[in-house]
Structure formats: structure tokens, C-alpha cells
């Protein structure tokens, strides 16, 4: 009966294997699912089992796969060290995709060495190219080291007609021509690694393939270079990730949006802006698309604490916090690296639990996508503009662009390339700064002015702007932009005082809103906080603001009663009399008057 069970799940094993090659890797853990209890089997048979079982969560994206792996490689003390090197090199592959390389380093290093020993020399490419890897990550290796030691390993796989594992150093050795600025060559090797990954179906290598193929060339701006070609790789590749979150759905251990999805469609619109015909329309649902993804995200991660109960929040804090200390502890210590792991396994454990308390959420990421003619039909109707922003990194290249969309109802779509995304990073955090400061007339605030709105501003078609911002624009005051040049700008020298501005999250957010068709009327009770300088907490925000900031203690916020008031009166003239509204100022605003 114990042989039989072994035999059993060796044989499942091997079917679950072959799922997950077929680019079914849930079916595979379906199948493996039916095994019998791991600790009943014989340690090499069970250690086999946890070996594909870490894999195929790898490829669902688990982050529970490196301790899956690890379990494996305790199972597999009474395996020979063959069997040993190649749970290690499979270890080393979850912990790189999982953004873990240094831990990698030592467990891929053992499996070399291993495999080496034992005369494994098949394997052996496979240890060499994930060791390569990881060194790369670490920031060890040189770009001809890397491209000699790819080479290598390409040209063996193809000695040993190794269709199933030739994609992988083969785009990993385009990548590294494209980062030493051997552009030719990587356009020679990136189009061979694609065909590589069509033939063995590897669906995870041909989109990042797909990806450096789209972005290979230089942005040219709005030159009327055909960029047709880059195109249909960059749309073939969205198409497979959105496959991939389709795939993920409803996956209680699934990660987030990985920031390679973000470059995939950042480039499409980049490239989209780049042709000589106007691709408005395809630039918006591009963007889109991936806003959609972000929002579903920001949804779920609401909603997550939302639902949470009083005890999981707790377990959840405690776990977070055994984790810092883990981290602490293991500082410069190899050999308690297990212990971050553990600790890191019991918060996911942990937020997995949150999750499974919730329904699926996933209504931002299903919604419809906004076209140009529905925008212009409907929330533009009324001549409001649409300014949609989107930063595209350029990572061979170490620049960011920001690709800017007016869109109006009485104008087709129009479109600026701004260079220098890293220093309108810059001014945006020193614009916050000098309005925490108190310093109203900064050079950045009309600098910002200068480069985002002022090249567009004639596209306006009214006095509305509708803002959809990205990245750190996220925390840019646009109200606070200075149109004027003195150091103390009169009321009309704000960029509020001369546009009414709206910041929505997305275009498709807008446009649902529009449906909805939601009244601007105030049915619930209003109630106002202004100058808080009540209560012990009070005094240590603004005290810890000021070491944050860097700046003097906070000065009062003496024009905030007269805001709050014209609130009120403004409620009042619209026939808010019925509500109750309530107003705290200065020493009346405590932690317990809020509650």
C-alpha cells in the first residue's frame, strides 16, 4: 500500500508538470491537490510532489512559492545531492521572480557546485544562467561578463535542441545587448528569442520579449517614423498580461500589477503618440487600460481593510511588526535569512485570511474602457477639457517621458510629449515643499506651470479642467500653479483663478459618474474642521509634520475660518437649510470631537 501511494503521486506529480509546461498551471495544482499527506510519503516521493508544487504557484505568481521550494529541499535530505541541486536551482528561480535575489545567491551557488560534481552538465546551464540572474539583480556582474556567459548558455541549449529552455537566455542576453547599447545586435536576438517562445510556448518570456522588441528604438517625438511593428509586439504583449490578471482572478496569494505590465502599456501610448496619424482614441483606451487594473487594486486594498475585523487587523499588525524585527535581527547575517522568510510567510498567511472574508473585486477592472466619442458626448458635452497624464519609463535609456492628452467635444484629441519626467518629479516635490512653507510665489510652481499646462492651455475649450493624473503628479497642487511672474501672485495669477479644476482618478471614473448621473445636491449633514490646534495630538502632528517637512512648526491656518464659513453659506444659498451644520475651529478640533 506505501509503494503503491508513492507511486501515485509520482505519477500525478508528473501530470501536474506537464500542466503547467502547457501553460496551465492551476489545472496542475488542481491535480496535486488530489496527492495523499506529503509527510506520508517516502521524503524523496513527497519532496518531488512540494518541488512542482512550488512551481506551478511560481507561475501563478504565489508568493508562497520560495517556501514551498524550501520545504523541499528539507524533504529532500535523504535525496541524492543531484535531486538536492535541482530543488536549489528551482528555490533560486522563485526567490529572483519574487524580487528576493540576494537570497538567491547562496542556494543557486550550492546547486552549481553540485551539479558540477556530480557531471550533471544538462542542468548545469540551467544553474549557471539562474545564478547569472541573480548576480545581475545584485548589481555584480558587467555587461560583457553577462553577455559571454548568455552566449554560453544559448549556444548549448541549441547543441542540446533544448526548445523549452532556449527562450530564456536568449531574451535575457537581448536585454543585456540593449542595456551596453548594442541596439543592432539586440533587435538580431530579441526577434530569434520571440520565435524561441512561440515554439515552446512560454507565454511569461515571449510578452517580456514582446515588451524590449516595442521599446528597442529611441522616442523620436512626434516624427512620422512608422512605428507599426513596435506596435503590434507592444498590443500582443498587453493582450497576454491582461490574459495573465484574467488568470489571477478571484487568486487569494496573486500578486499586484508587476511594474513591467505598467512599461507595457506606457509604451503603447508612447508609440501610439509616435505615429503620424492621430491615435488619440488608441493612446486613451491604452492608458486606460492600465488605470483600470491600478483602480481595481486601490478598490480591493479599501475594501480589504474595510471588512478586516478588530482581530485580524491585529494579527495583521503583529505580524508586520515580528516582521521588521526579523529584518533587524538578520541584518548582515546570512544564516537567519530563514527566519524573514517565516515571518514573512505568517503575514501573508494573515492577509490571506483578510481576503477570503471579501467577494470578489473586481467591478474597476471589468469596467468598460472610455472612448473619445462617449467623453465628448457626454461629461465634455458641456465644454469642460479632459487633461490625461501618463509617465512612460524609458529604462535602457534612463529617461521618463510624460505623454499629455487634451481632449475637448468641439476638437479632435491633442497630444504633447514632455521630456524630463525625473525633474518634473523633482519640482513637484519642491513645489510641496514651498506651499508647506508657506512660500506661495515659488519659482517651481510657475516652472510646473510652464511645462505642464501652458503648451496646452489653448486646447481649453471653457473655463473647466477635468485632471487625470499620474504617478507623483498624484500629490502636485494644480490649484496652487503660479500663471503669473511676482513673487506674490494676485488672485487671478492661480492657475484656480483662472479654470474651475477637477481631479478624477481615471477617464472611465468620469464617464461612469456621467452615467450615473449623480446630483450635485447635499442630503447629508455637513460638518467643517478648521485650524486645529486642540488636544495633545494636535501638537504632535505638528510637530512631527515640521521634522518631516523640514521646516518651522506649522503656522496657523488663520484664512481657514473664513473658508469654512463661505462653505456654509454657499450650502445655505442652495437650499441646504435643513441640514444640520456644524462647524469646529482651533481648540475645538480634538481626536475625540472628530470621532
Not at 516595442?214 to 512608422?226: H, I, N, Q, T, Y
Not at 491585529?314 to 508586520?320: H, N
Request: aromatic letters at 4%; a negative charge; one cysteine or more.
Amino acid at each position: 500500500l506505501f509503494r503503491y501511494t508513492d507511486v501515485r503521486a509520482e505519477i500525478l506529480s508528473m501530470i501536474s508538470e506537464l500542466h503547467g509546461r502547457k501553460g496551465d498551471p492551476q489545472m496542475g495544482l488542481d491535480v496535486l491537490d488530489t496527492v495523499d499527506d506529503v509527510d506520508m510519503l517516502a521524503e524523496p516521493v513527497g519532496a518531488g510532489v512540494l518541488q512542482t508544487r512550488g512551481n506551478l504557484e511560481k507561475h501563478l505568481g504565489r508568493t508562497t512559492a520560495p517556501e514551498t521550494l524550501r520545504r523541499a529541499l528539507e524533504l529532500g535530505d535523504s535525496c541524492s545531492e543531484r535531486a538536492r541541486a535541482l530543488i536549489s536551482v528551482d528555490l533560486g528561480g522563485a526567490l529572483i521572480h519574487f524580487d528576493r535575489a540576494e537570497e538567491a545567491l547562496e542556494p543557486l551557488r550550492y546547486a552549481v557546485e553540485a551539479l558540477a560534481r556530480v557531471g550533471d552538465g544538462l542542468h548545469l546551464i540551467s544553474a549557471r544562467e539562474h545564478l547569472l540572474y541573480a548576480r545581475i539583480a545584485c548589481g555584480e556582474v558587467e555587461h560583457e561578463e553577462a553577455i559571454a556567459e548568455l552566449t554560453w548558455a544559448v549556444e548549448k541549449r541549441i547543441s542540446n535542441r533544448d526548445v523549452e529552455g532556449l527562450p530564456y537566455p536568449r531574451t535575457q542576453l537581448a536585454f543585456v545587448l540593449a542595456a551596453a547599447e548594442r541596439y543592432d545586435e539586440a533587435k538580431v536576438v530579441v526577434e530569434q528569442s520571440i520565435a524561441d517562445a512561440r515554439a515552446a510556448e512560454a507565454r511569461l518570456v515571449l510578452t517580456q520579449a514582446l515588451i524590449l522588441k516595442g521599446r528597442l528604438e529611441p522616442v523620436a517625438g512626434d516624427s512620422a517614423a512608422d512605428r507599426s511593428a513596435d506596435i503590434a509586439a507592444l498590443e500582443e504583449a498587453c493582450r497576454l498580461i491582461e490574459d495573465g490578471w484574467a488568470r489571477l482572478e478571484g487568486d487569494d496569494d496573486r500578486l499586484s500589477a508587476r511594474d513591467e505590465d505598467a512599461d507595457a502599456f506606457g509604451w503603447l501610448a508612447l508609440r501610439y503618440f509616435e505615429m503620424p496619424q492621430a491615435h488619440g482614441d488608441d493612446i486613451l483606451k491604452t492608458t486606460e487600460r492600465l488605470r483600470g487594473r491600478g483602480l481595481a487594486e486601490l478598490v480591493r486594498a479599501r475594501e480589504l481593510r474595510r471588512a478586516a475585523t478588530p482581530e485580524l487587523v491585529a494579527a495583521e499588525e503583529a505580524a508586520a511588526v515580528a516582521l521588521e524585527e526579523a529584518e533587524r535581527d538578520a541584518a548582515g547575517d546570512s544564516a537567519k535569512k530563514p527566519q524573514i522568510a517565516e515571518a514573512r510567510l505568517a503575514l501573508e498567511r494573515v492577509q490571506r485570511d483578510v481576503r477570503a472574508s471579501l467577494p470578489a473585486l473586481a467591478a474597476a477592472e471589468r469596467a468598460p474602457r472610455a472612448t473619445l466619442a462617449e467623453l465628448c458626448k457626454g461629461p465634455l458635452a458641456t465644454g469642460a477639457a479632459l487633461l490625461s497624464y501618463t509617465f512612460v519609463y524609458d529604462g535602457l535609456r534612463d529617461d521618463t517621458y510624460l505623454v499629455a492628452q487634451v481632449i475637448t467635444a468641439d476638437a479632435p484629441s491633442d497630444l504633447r510629449l514632455i521630456s524630463g519626467g525625473d525633474e518634473i518629479a523633482e519640482l513637484v516635490l519642491a513645489f510641496v515643499a514651498d506651499v508647506y512653507a508657506g512660500a506661495m510665489g515659488s519659482t517651481s510652481g510657475r516652472e510646473l506651470y510652464r511645462r505642464l499646462i501652458k503648451p496646452l492651455e489653448q486646447h481649453f475649450g471653457g473655463r473647466e479642467i477635468i485632471i487625470v493624473p499620474d504617478g507623483m503628479l498624484h500629490q502636485l497642487p494644480f490649484s496652487a500653479l503660479i500663471t503669473g511672474q511676482s513673487d506674490e501672485p494676485e488672485p487671478d495669477e492661480w492657475l484656480i483663478g483662472r479654470h474651475d479644476i477637477r481631479i478624477v482618478p481615471s477617464a472611465s471614473v468620469l464617464l461612469q459618474q456621467h452615467h450615473r448621473g449623480v446630483p450635485l445636491t447635499h442630503e447629508r449633514d455637513f460638518v467643517a474642521f478648521a485650524d486645529p490646534v486642540g488636544g495633545q495630538e494636535s501638537a504632535e502632528l505638528r510637530s512631527a509634520t515640521a521634522r518631516v517637512r523640514g521646516t518651522e512648526p506649522l503656522k496657523r491656518l488663520d484664512a481657514a475660518h473664513v473658508e469654512v464659513h463661505e462653505i456654509a453659506a454657499l450650502l445655505k444659498a442652495r437650499g441646504a437649510d435643513a441640514l444640520n451644520i456644524r462647524i469646529l475651529e482651533g481648540e475645538d478640533v480634538t481626536l475625540d470631537a472628530v470621532e
